[in-house]
């Protein structure tokens, strides 16, 4: 009983831990995705 805790356990931080980095990954690409669009913005506005 007492393994079975600490592995339910374990297994809440791993799938914790893997929605965390899902969030941290989306927020990075996002974040660069951003950032590209302000150079293409910044790019297109010295053409004109």
């Known amino acids: ?3 079975r805790f600490a ?3 374990q297994i809440r931080q791993q799938v914790f831990y893997a929605i965390f980095v ?3 990954e989306t ?3 996002s974040n660069a ?3 590209a669009l302000k ?3 910044q790019k297109q506005g010295h053409h004109l």
Do not use: A, G, M, T
């Open 1 to 3: 009983q007492e393994f």
């Open 7 to 9: 592995l339910s356990e």
């Open 39 to 41: 150079r293409l913005v």
């Open 22 to 24: 899902e969030k941290v």
């Open 27 to 29: 927020s990075i690409k």
């Open 33 to 35: 995705l951003i950032n």
